[in-house]
């Protein structure tokens, strides 16, 4: 026979129908045909979005008003376990006269606590966040509905009865709770519904804080793991919608009142990095023994409801001697930055706070992390500063600066949400002289922890179970890549009008040519009008006398060459094929190759090059400068 003709083809016109018929693949999975469909052109956004951006509003309106319930109902319970009122003005504990009777009341929330999780959703321990990021990770964000009710309910328990813990973490899985509950009421991709979940956190945390900007960011470091229109801006619409719910109930003033800071020199911002290095290092042993204690309660004898009690104790015992580490301690933050504090104040409210919080954290009650973390911190930093100031006072250290910087930093390099640390700063306490500051710090924070830490305080716990979370947000290098420039162009082609019996004596020559899986077949008009396998051109069952014409049933898949690498591989896998025809962009009509799986693959060899290959291109001569 002559040898198969080797030129261009031109394709016929795309189907718009889908078939069960065969487009043969690689013999290993057969002979499998779908009728011939063009990949989607991926778009920033469509109308989905529009819909998914409202309801998200409605959801951040319901979550600030969850967020304001959730408030009152911890100042109900801390009004009535402390001073026997009933009241919800958010009131701190550590006002209270029960003397020794004290230690009581949190273990009482801790039994309370452990209850709820036995028999009602063990997902409510711990402060939220690493739940939900495995929802998102692995459950297409669907989170049971009844933790919406359970976890709000359970951490003002635990808050209101003393507990060493913020509001914040709990109101982001609860307002992350519902914007999974309200997914799963309405038709959505899980795409959509893991949007829905981020714009809930977000709201919730806004909601709270104040802190629009910041609570974006956190959704994208911690639970989106993507920076794409079609997330960012719903969940940017619902904090907006959060925070002026929060606006209305209590003013537009900073969560962290401050005084007015002066912008800071050279040389007390170097000493700024210096602080914020050192709460990275601190924050590396902060996580370490926080995860050690948790193991050191897996380890008891006794079943895991009575944990949170146990942690109440140490709660207990520890607010008898140190009433400030009681409850959310927001008035501690302020007075930490405000330079309120003493010297020994400080070091014996960062000691306390910390032995308070570590220990109930680690006995699996609810509650978050940011609150006791901002004040360790921030006490860490302010120690720090005066420390610098008293034996430095030419470089011009303000340990007010320190101590915000020392804030943020902890929770940078504890949770590696950067960005989120350094704004939120900004945002609760409105000092525009503290950027700067805080973006040193807390970036000398956070490479300290990448360094020497493989997880975080929020990925630990999921890491532990077998939960792998992105660490690292890139460009999708396929979507960077042409198909134009990755596909086969070389390609063998066969004819209609030859038989099975001269395709087969050619396969058995050997040729290079013939050693391709897959091969167009062409008709008299030079258009392709399907692919055939290796395999099916050697099935036993077809005669050797069959045209091909007779064994190709269905018109291949194609791509145009200006599609990306992406959106190839995104059709492969929606039709189930291991190739497509490449056609012209401007002439579609026109084959110009072939896309396979194996040069998706080839296409990151360009991609490794760049990320492992240094070399240098600029030289330093005789005759100056020149390119390598």
Not at 221 to 238: D, K, N, Q, W
Not at 359 to 385: E, K, N, Q, W
């Amino acid at each position: 026979m002559s040898p198969p003709i080797d030129k261009p083809a031109y394709p016929p016109a795309v189907r718009l129908e889908g078939s069960t018929d065969a487009l043969p693949l690689s013999p290993a999975l057969g002979v499998s045909l779908d009728a011939t469909r063009m990949p989607r052109r991926s778009t920033l956004v469509d109308r989905r979005v529009l819909r998914i951006t409202a309801v998200s509003v409605v959801l951040g309106v319901a979550a600030a008003f969850i967020a304001q319930l959730l408030t009152g109902l911890i100042g109900l319970v801390t009004n009535l376990a402390f001073y026997g009122r009933v009241s919800t003005a958010f009131s701190s504990p550590a006002g209270h006269h029960l003397g020794a009777w004290v230690i009581v009341v949190p273990v009482i929330g801790g039994l309370l606590v452990g209850a709820m999780a036995r028999w009602g959703s063990r997902a409510i321990r711990g402060h939220g966040i690493p739940e939900a990021m495995e929802q998102v990770l692995l459950n297409e964000s669907k989170i049971p509905p009844r933790i919406t009710f359970l976890k709000p309910v359970s951490s003002a328990i635990a808050i209101g009865t003393g507990g060493p813990f913020g509001a914040e973490g709990p109101i982001i899985a609860t307002g992350g709770a519902l914007g999974s509950f309200i997914g799963q009421l309405l038709r959505v991709t899980g795409g959509e519904r893991k949007v829905l979940l981020a714009a809930g956190a977000a709201a919730g945390m806004a909601a709270v804080f104040a802190s629009p900007v910041a609570a974006v960011v956190l959704a994208v470091e911690l639970l989106l793991f993507e920076l794409r229109p079609r997330s960012l801006i719903p969940v940017a619409l619902a904090t907006v919608a959060a925070t002026s719910v929060r606006y209305a109930f209590q003013g537009t003033a900073p969560v962290f009142a401050m005084p007015h800071l002066a912008e800071p020199g050279a040389v007390a911002l170097a000493c700024y990095v210096g602080v914020g290095a050192l709460l990275g290092l601190i924050s590396v042993g902060v996580t370490r023994i926080v995860y050690g204690i948790e193991d050191a309660f897996e380890r008891l004898p006794i079943h895991w409801m009575w944990w949170p009690a146990l942690g109440g104790i140490a709660v207990g015992v520890v607010g008898y001697f140190a009433p400030l580490t009681l409850g959310v301690g927001y008035t501690n933050i302020e007075g930490i930055v405000s330079g309120q504090f003493t010297l020994h104040t400080l070091f014996f409210l960062c000691l306390m706070k910390f032995i308070s919080w570590s220990i109930a954290l680690g006995s699996g009650t609810s509650g978050g992390t940011l609150a006791p973390l901002f004040t360790i911190g921030g006490a860490l930093g302010a120690l720090i500063g005066l420390a610098l100031a008293a034996m430095l006072p030419q470089f011009g250290i303000d340990p007010r600066i320190a101590a915000l910087v020392g804030m943020a930093a902890i929770f940078a390099g504890a949770s590696r949400a950067l960005l989120t640390a350094v704004v939120f700063a900004f945002e609760t306490t409105g000092q525009p002289a503290g950027l700067l500051p805080l973006l040193g710090g807390c970036t000398a924070a956070y490479l300290i922890s990448a360094l020497m830490m493989r997880n975080t305080i929020m990925t630990e716990k999921i890491a532990r179970r077998g939960v792998r979370v992105p660490s690292e947000y890139a460009a999708d290098y396929l979507d960077q890549v042409a198909v134009g420039d990755a596909c086969s162009r070389g390609v063998v082609t066969l004819r209609t009008t030859q038989t099975l019996g001269e395709v087969r004596h050619w396969l058995g020559e050997g040729s290079p040519e013939a050693q391709h899986q897959g091969f167009p077949v062409i008709d008299e008009r030079e258009q392709v009008v399907g692919v055939l396998t290796r395999r099916s051109l050697l099935d036993p069952q077809w005669s050797y006398s069959l045209p091909l014409a007779d064994l190709v049933t269905r018109p291949p898949m194609m791509v145009k060459e200006d599609h990306s690498l992406r959106e190839a591989a995104d059709h492969m896998v929606a039709e189930q094929v291991g190739r497509l025809i490449v056609v012209s962009k401007d002439a579609p009509h026109r084959m110009v190759g072939i896309i396979t799986r194996g040069d998706l693959l080839s296409a990151h060899k360009r991609r490794l090059q760049e990320a492992r290959q240094a070399s240098r291109h600029l030289r330093f001569g005789r005759n100056g400068m020149r390119t390598a």
